[in-house]
């Protein structure tokens, strides 16, 4: 089963770096953890959970950790602006924009063409895992963990458990 998942997380990850990006250029970061790297991930849920006194993270953790058989990390690297002065960031034009950076979990200012890229990176990652019969999801809290423990250095970033769920009841 192993190798199944395997296959399809790497059909995933192609769904996700193939669509169509703003001005024809990807900035997307696609990486998919290894069982030691989830297990870190999980790890850090769990602590996240405690510092921050927020249970959703341990919930999150115990999926990773006992029903994802993989976890697709996607995130947006560091970029330039699309070039078109839209102001969807926030900023005057994308000169300002470029002369601004902003710190935290997650690494701003992120144009908004480019985190569209992402959204549609996942949408289509996801829609092949649909189409292969497992389950996967859109997991923020696991993508803040896993910027937080260095799994990813993506400016955000996104995390993707998939599962398989073979004995789903019927009636």
Do not use: W
């Amino acid at each position: 089963m192993k190798r199944k998942i395997e296959i399809i997380s790497d059909l995933m990850a192609v769904s996700a770096s193939t669509v169509p990006k703003a001005g024809g250029e990807s900035f997307i970061d696609i990486s998919l953890l290894d069982d030691g790297e989830r297990e870190i991930l999980a790890e850090e849920m769990f602590q996240l959970s405690d510092e921050l006194n927020d249970e959703e993270y341990s919930k999150y953790g115990r999926i990773i950790e006992e029903e994802a058989l993989a976890v697709l990390l996607i995130g947006l690297k560091d970029h330039p602006p699309l070039g078109i002065d839209c102001r969807g960031c926030g900023f005057k034009d994308c000169n300002e924009f470029q002369s601004t950076t902003a710190e935290g979990i997650f690494k701003g200012p992120n144009c908004v063409y480019r985190v569209l890229d992402m959204g549609m990176s996942l949408g289509s990652a996801l829609k092949t895992a649909g189409t292969h019969n497992v389950r996967a999801s859109v997991m923020i809290k696991g993508g803040l963990a896993a910027k937080n423990v260095g799994l990813s250095t993506a400016n955000v970033c996104i995390a993707v458990p998939i599962i398989l769920d073979e004995n789903l009841p019927y009636c």
